[in-house]
């Protein structure tokens, strides 16, 4: 999802303060405009953003003597910027998967796993290198520094920071997800070549 917040979902201070206040309850500009001390103008524009990103959403109306105000509210999107729990949870959960699962099983969950994530975004068309370039652009507004480049003849995606590091750091198997999402969105085999050591980097064989 573009937004003009910018990929990853990486607010502003004022955007954050304005939808911190949001978790509260919905507000109208003028209430949030006298909060956070400042002009409507300002509050607005904030607003529009977090609209943009699907973070708030207008939450009906208050009566008033003139007309009636708008008022706003966070979404779950927006509440989720807020919780610091989903990476726990997630290093646990591919700890104990990895303890209940042979290594066959586990990487086939993992592949399996990035597959599905790869149906929620359209799938590029056009020779392979293009599909691959989509698929780095991807990469980028996850939180990657990717490229495409060739080595022998075999067109590689590369990655110098990888997405999913926190993941990866811990268990190589994560980047089966990336290795099934990319085998998913470019249509054409995927193999992964990753380095693991202490900076996570990404990089995948695309073979058509």
């Known amino acids: 999802m573009a937004t003009s917040l910018g990929s ?16 509260h309850g919905a507000m109208t500009v003028e209430d949030l405009a006298r909060a956070l001390k400042l002009t409507n103008n300002a509050v607005r524009n ?36 807020f919780s610091t729990l ?9 700890e104990v998967a990895e303890g209940r699962c042979s290594g066959t099983q586990l990487d086939t ?18 020779p392979l290198k293009r599909r691959a370039q989509s698929a780095a652009g991807l990469l980028r507004s996850f939180g990657g520094v990717a490229e495409v480049t ?20 811990e268990n190589g198997a994560a980047c089966r997800v990336l290795e099934g999402f990319l085998e998913r969105h470019i249509a054409a085999a ?15 064989e695309v073979r058509g």
């Open 86 to 94: 989903y990476l726990p949870i997630l290093m646990q959960f591919l």
């Open 8 to 23: 990853g979902a990486r607010l502003s201070t004022a955007a954050r303060n304005v939808l911190s206040r949001l978790r």
């Open 150 to 169: 060739t080595r022998d003849g075999v067109l590689v995606i590369r990655s110098r920071a990888c997405p999913i590091a926190a993941l990866t750091s």
């Open 190 to 204: 995927v193999t992964v070549c990753c380095n693991l050591e202490e900076e996570p980097q990404c990089c995948f």
């Open 109 to 126: 969950l993992m592949l399996e796993t990035g597959e599905s994530l790869a149906r929620r975004y359209p799938k590029p068309s056009g």
């Open 46 to 81: 904030q607003l529009r953003k977090l609209q943009e990103a699907d973070f708030v959403t207008a939450f009906g109306k208050r009566p008033s003597a003139s007309k009636p105000s708008t008022l706003y509210a966070i979404t779950l999107q927006g509440q989720i910027q």
